[in-house]
């Protein structure tokens, strides 16, 4: 089965600090997803990548495809207490009858 | 906020009743998709439905039902429960549903289910 697995599990930075959270496939991924989430809430879309070796960034949050399209990182630059919450990468498989995969998350803590 | 409501947000019952939570999909969004999130489990992609038809099932229960209604609003109706059941449970809509193109999902606030 798909599965998503993301690094690291859980982050504590200094704010002003630079940090990337990965996101690894076993398989090809046809459209892979990045969402944030505060605990219990819903989950804010942030960013949507589909070619290999796309590159899309939103104000300090920058997230890359592979080429191979199998691993995903999400960048973000100096980071700030407003980007605190858990970090989850979503996939679908396409092809296969449309299965949504999500990661575990990555939990962010951002010290003032 | 994404557009996406979802009723009820908090919902206690006990164990072996049924349940029936409702979606509205963002304005203009023909696709609606079900997840559930669980400490243990994560979250889980449960059904998708595309302009009132059935398009990808995950890992529903049997004991787990959904339908799309005619105005694109959905409902995910549990029965049965377990307390194993008690969990965040997600609505999420896009605009369309392609075999070929992803869509970005909009998430809605979400259900919290407490099964006593």
């Known amino acids: 089965s798909q599965e998503l697995e993301q690094s690291p599990q859980s982050l504590i930075v200094q704010e002003g600090k630079n940090l990337t959270i990965n996101c690894t496939s076993s398989?090809?991924?046809?459209?892979l997803y990045w969402y944030k989430q505060k605990y219990g809430e819903g989950l804010i879309f942030l960013m949507m990548?589909?070619?290999?070796?796309e590159e899309k960034s939103h104000e300090k949050i920058t997230a890359k495809l592979d080429e191979k399209k199998q691993q995903s990182s999400l960048h973000i630059t100096a980071s700030q207490p407003s980007h605190a919450g858990i970090y989850l990468c979503?996939?679908?498989?396409?092809?296969?009858?449309?299965?949504?995969?999500f990661g575990t998350g990555t939990s962010l803590t951002v010290i003032p | 906020d994404s557009g996406v409501t979802q009723t009820p947000k908090h919902l206690i019952t006990a164990t072996g009743q049924r349940v029936t939570l409702r979606c509205s999909p963002r304005?203009?969004?023909?696709?609606v998709y079900w997840y559930q999130q669980s400490l243990d489990q994560g979250l889980q992609f449960l059904i998708q439905?595309?302009?009132?038809?059935?398009?990808a099932k995950g890992n529903i229960l049997e004991r787990f039902s959904a339908q799309q209604f005619p105005d694109l609003h959905s409902e995910l109706n549990l029965s049965s429960l377990e307390l194993g059941d008690s969990a965040l449970y997600f609505c999420?809509?896009?605009?369309?549903?392609?075999?070929?193109?992803?869509?970005?999902?909009?998430f809605g606030p979400g259900t919290r289910l407490t099964v006593t």
């Open positions: 999420a809509s896009s605009p369309r549903a392609s075999e070929l193109i992803s869509y970005e999902q909009y």
């Open positions: 398989k090809t991924l046809y459209g």
């Open positions: 990548l589909q070619k290999g070796g």
């Open positions: 979503g996939a679908d498989t396409l092809n296969t009858g449309n299965q949504f995969y």
């Open positions: 304005s203009g969004d023909l696709s």
């Open positions: 439905y595309y302009n009132g038809e059935e398009r």
